[in-house]
């Protein structure tokens, strides 16, 4: 019954998806670019050969645009020189570069922009072949959000549900959930039922599947209409994409995971991590034996910096060496070195040279680590995350020489506090710069706060900045009203990090407008902490407690007894004062006598 059900279902989907087919065809958007204001749209483009056409976006509102390219087809072959996607983060191709779309994307791009503006270009090459490429876009609130739309999962096994399950899920929703199990075990995804809207190439409502902990790579599959769709990962992380437009709502999904073991610890083939300071690759000799390979047959960009040879071949290196190549793209940095494999010693070979490619990528609070080979022109990837290692800390001068290590820092009111965001890395060629801080009286930073620098202009009159210093950000500020009515107060800030090559880049520019903010690049922004501050006359009672329970309790009866005979005193003065009046009064009533003002002459 029920696949007969299914059955009769079908015609009606492909209807319905016709239907709006329909409707975004005969939208008359032009082919090659437009300029786009209405709060959401579906573009169903198609190009040919060379064609170079921009869409911008925008409206006079405080909302930011998600876009979706959640169906692209290019030329085959082409490359990402060639023919590509490119997305701005602004009103025109000038804007900070957001995002990249092209043939080896491996992902359903999803990007967003940071104002209420953005721009796409599409370039093609000279093949003769019909693109054909479907975006949707809509604006978005900072403060929407939907129950039970995405989140953590990191027990053994569990489930999730679509929003609104088993009732129709809402509109303009794009959900995400990120799933983790114990190391050395997979994941195996099993939807007990699926129900979005039917279109051949998911173009409208779908669910895509990634191998890994982000959606920028390793897609498994994109499925949509009625099914039972089962996924499995190759590692202990999967991330889990709902996304759905603007018409034709159905049930949604309710979905089921479990972990599996795998055979003991597995050694992986390649192994790439990045930090502030370093990026190492870890080779196993088992995968470069299977390509016909030792560690005597690898080199990086720079022959000199050579591997440490043990169970595995480990080349480990700071970020700026090693013929390391360094790329500004906008809001990320990419480093890029290269493991070239070749025989040696060899007149005559017959083996193919092969490049393993690593990537470190650094974007806003985190670090997209990427290394992949090429062989026979097919690219293995494998993902990591990491991040840019940021800390601040107060100082007792404006040498910057000594850390004040004390926590909490107890300070005078009006003290001048000396404050330092550093950033730990091997890279010379940085800028940090202190865009925005703000203090609270609560570590979490509630509602009540107070500006000491906002978008790079001191908001309170003691605070003073100092130039970008390589990797160091300073100011100094004077110890604030906060501490007249609360006994602790925290500070956190919004640091930038850029290219110190890049001109005009927003470490550089200093205090700006909001309006000006909007196209201004910066490649990394992450925030930091500090705290507590604290009054020193609340030094002995906030942390030595059982201090103030000996000592004070002396000083307590000290004043106490201090006290006691101080009222005696005053009491003894009163009562003599007392009876000299009544004395005086006696006296002139005796006589007959009055006082009387004396006139002066003058």
């Known amino acids: 019954m029920q696949v007969l059900t299914q059955l009769l279902l079908l015609p009606l989907f492909a209807a319905l998806a016709l239907a709006e087919d329909n409707s975004i065809e005969s939208t008359g958007v032009p082919r090659c670019g437009a300029s786009l204001r209405e709060l959401n749209k579906a573009l169903s483009i198609e190009l040919n050969a060379n064609a170079n056409c921009v869409w911008q976006i925008q409206r006079n509102t405080n909302q930011t645009i998600r876009l979706l390219f959640s169906h692209f087809k290019f030329a ?82 569990g489930t999730f549900t679509s929003p609104n399950y088993p009732a129709a899920y809402p509109e303009f929703m794009y959900c995400v959930w990120h799933i983790k199990t114990a190391k050395n075990s997979k994941i195996n995804l099993q939807f007990q039922d699926f129900f979005l809207e039917l279109d051949q190439n998911c173009r409208f409502d779908f669910t895509a599947v990634y191998d890994g902990l982000t959606t920028n790579t390793g897609l498994i599959g994109k499925v949509c209409g009625r099914a039972q769709p089962a996924f499995e990962s190759s590692s202990n992380v999967m991330t889990v994409v709902l996304s759905t437009d603007y018409a034709n709502s159905y049930r949604g999904f309710s979905a089921q995971y479990i972990s599996i073991p795998l055979p003991g610890p597995v050694e992986p083939d390649t192994f790439l991590t990045c930090s502030s300071d370093s990026m190492k690759i870890v080779l196993s000799k088992s995968y470069l034996a299977s390509l016909g390979y030792n560690e005597t047959h690898l080199q990086l960009n720079d022959p000199s910096c050579r591997p440490v040879v043990a169970e595995s071949v480990i080349f480990s290196f700071p970020l700026a060496s090693c013929g390391t190549t360094k790329k500004d793209e906008g809001h990320s940095i990419i480093y890029t070195n290269i493991v070239s494999l070749s025989a040696t010693g060899n007149i005559i070979t017959r083996q193919k040279s092969i490049e393993i490619i690593a990537k470190c990528k650094m974007e806003n609070n985190s670090t997209l680590e990427v290394i992949y080979i090429t062989k026979n022109n097919i690219i293995q990837n494998t993902t990591a995350v990491g991040r840019y290692k940021v800390s601040m800390s107060f100082y007792d001068s404006d040498s910057f020489s000594k850390p004040v290590r004390q926590s909490p820092y107890y300070v005078d009111l009006n003290q001048t506090l000396f404050a330092q965001v550093s950033l730990h890395s091997t890279d010379p060629n940085l800028l940090v710069f202190v865009d925005s801080c703000i203090a609270s009286p609560q570590p979490d930073f509630g509602s009540l706060t107070y500006d000491l620098i906002r978008s790079g202009c001191n908001k309170d009159d003691t605070v003073v900045t100092y130039p970008p210093l390589e990797h160091y950000g300073r100011f100094k500020f004077n110890a604030f009203r906060f501490l007249r009515s609360f006994a602790s107060v925290y500070l956190q800030c919004d640091i930038l990090i850029c290219d110190s090559k890049t001109t005009n880049s927003r470490c550089t520019e200093g205090c700006i407008s909001r309006q000006k903010r909007a196209i201004s690049s910066y490649t990394w922004k992450t925030n930091t902490v500090v705290g507590p501050i604290r009054l020193k006359r609340d030094l002995r009672s906030a942390d030595h407690p059982e201090s103030f329970t000996k000592a004070d309790a002396e000083e307590t009866r000290n004043l106490q007894q201090y006290s006691f005979y101080t009222l005696s005193f005053v009491a003894l003065i009163s009562n003599i004062v007392i009876v000299v009046t009544v004395i005086l009064k006696y006296h002139k009533h005796q006589a007959g006598y009055s006082y009387q003002k004396i006139q002066s002459s003058y």
């Open 76 to 157: 085959p072959s082409s490359s990402c020189e060639t023919e590509s996607i490119k997305v701005y983060d602004g009103p025109s191709t000038d804007s900070p570069l957001l995002g990249q779309v092209c043939n080896d994307t491996d992902a359903v791009p999803v990007l967003q922009s940071s104002t209420n503006s953005l721009t796409f270009l599409i370039t093609t090459n000279s093949v003769a072949f019909t693109r054909n490429f479907f975006v949707f876009y809509y604006f978005i609130s900072p403060d929407t959000k939907i129950e039970n739309c995405g989140g953590q999962l990191t027990g053994p096994n």
